[in-house]
Every structure is written in C-alpha cells, then in structure tokens.
Antibody, heavy 115, light 108 residues
Framework: QVQLQQWGAGLLKPSETLSLTCGLHSGSLRGHYWSWIRQAPGKGLEWIGEINHSGSANYNPSLKSRVSISRDTSKNQFSLSLASVTAADTAIYYC?????????WGQGALVTVSS | SYVLTQPPSVSVAPGKAATITCGGANIGGRTVHWYQQKPGQAPVLVLYNDSDRPSGIPERFSGSNSGNTATLTISGVEAGDEADYYCQVWDDSSDSVVFGGGTKLTVL
C-alpha cells in the first residue's frame, strides 16, 4: 500500500513562492511518475505536473512558466515549487502517484495566498 | 490542449441507475479514467482504462467509451454514492493529465 504524506507552508503572500514536499512512506519512486494536482475552493481538479525517478518532468502548459517539480530519491520525496503566487493559486494541493491514471493520493494541503 | 466536457450535475433516485458522461473529440480513441470525490476528501479512482474497477470498488460502477463520449454508470445508486465525479485522460500531444470539469451526483 502506497502512502503519501505532504507538507509545506499553508499561508503565502502574493508574489511569494509556494513550496510543498511529498514523502513516500512505502515503496520507491522508481518505476512510476509522481504528480501534483490542485483544486481551488469549490472548483474542479487541475493537474500541475509530474516527475519520474530519473528527474524527467512534464508540466501543465498553463503553469509551466512558474512551476518546478523536483525529486530526492535518497529521501523518497518529491517537491513542488510555484513562483509568483496570486490569490488564484489558493487551493488544496495534492501529491499523487500518477501517469496514465492516478491510483494513490496524498491527504491534500490547503495553501492560501492572501496579503 | 485536449478538452473534456461533463455535465455540472446529475440527479437520480435511490436504486436507479446514474449515467455521467464525459465528452471529448474522438475520446473513444483514448482510455478514460474516473474518480469519485466526497466533500473534504481526496479523490478516489473508481474506474480505469474505460471500464476496469480497482480493488474494492463495487460492481455497480461500470464504464464505456466510444466515439466522442465516455460514460460512467452507477447502477442501484445508494445515498453513499453522492459525490463529485471526474473523468480524466492522458493527452499525448501535450504530455499532460487532463480532467473533466466534474459532475455533482445528487441522490434524491
């Protein structure tokens, strides 16, 4: 059973950089893609991007200029960085195991952007 | 990029069948996956590869995909099925995951 636990700052000011990390508590990053997905309050799901164990990443074209996803295989973790946040980036952020479909999700973390 | 269209809401009486559609250009040529999300919870995969059920998902959940429409059918709907449902595909052209806008299923 894959368990994902995520953490990071929950309150940011506009223009700051969002940083979240997701730790894999069982299994390995190897052999899978690992994604970040977000959900604005009352809205639908939005895929942010993914990374594999080799470090190859893909991003949502609409966020690509501000997003970076990295991984630390020694710690079995992967991280999200989203630059220059605005109120529109306020959302619950989920980490997940994903490529073709998403079979394991983290618990979600609310990130609020407010001045 | 590829667009998936879902009806915002579907209502069904308990015990009846609920049908949730997901429209996309030649979606029948892609594999579609479905998620259930209850309030305050992370989504849960209920169908993958159009019609396969993960372990623990009741047989009441079934799916089909042809032409420009994929369909999630929940037979014998129960109160506990009330949730938001999202369809999803992998878009090769943009190397990205694409979600539909979601459908709120209300059990009357």
């Amino acid at each position: 059973q894959v368990q994902l636990q995520q953490w990071g700052a929950g309150l940011l000011k506009p223009s700051e950089t969002l940083s979240l990390t997701c730790g894999l508590h069982s299994g390995s990053l190897r052999g899978h893609y690992w994604s970040w997905i977000r959900q604005a309050p009352g809205k639908g799901l939005e895929w942010i991007g993914e990374i594999n164990h080799s470090g190859s990443a893909n991003y949502n074209p609409s966020l690509k200029s501000r997003v970076s996803i990295s991984r630390d295989t020694s710690k079995n973790q992967f991280s999200l960085s989203l630059a220059s946040v605005t109120a529109a980036d306020t959302a619950i952020y989920y980490c997940a195991r994903a490529r073709i479909f998403i079979d394991y999700w983290g618990q979600g973390a609310l990130v609020t952007v407010s001045s | 990029s590829y667009v998936l269209t879902q009806p915002p809401s579907v209502s069904v009486a308990p015990g009846k069948a609920a049908t949730i559609t997901c429209g996309g250009a030649n979606i029948g040529g892609r594999t579609v996956h479905w998620y259930q999300q209850k309030p305050g919870q992370a989504p849960v995969l209920v169908l993958y590869n159009d019609s396969d059920r993960p372990s623990g998902i009741p047989e009441r959940f079934s799916g089909s995909n042809s032409g420009n429409t994929a369909t999630l059918t929940i037979s014998g709907v129960e109160a506990g099925d009330e949730a938001d449902y999202y369809c999803q595909v992998w878009d090769d052209s943009s190397d990205s995951v694409v979600f539909g806008g979601g459908t709120k299923l209300t059990v009357l």
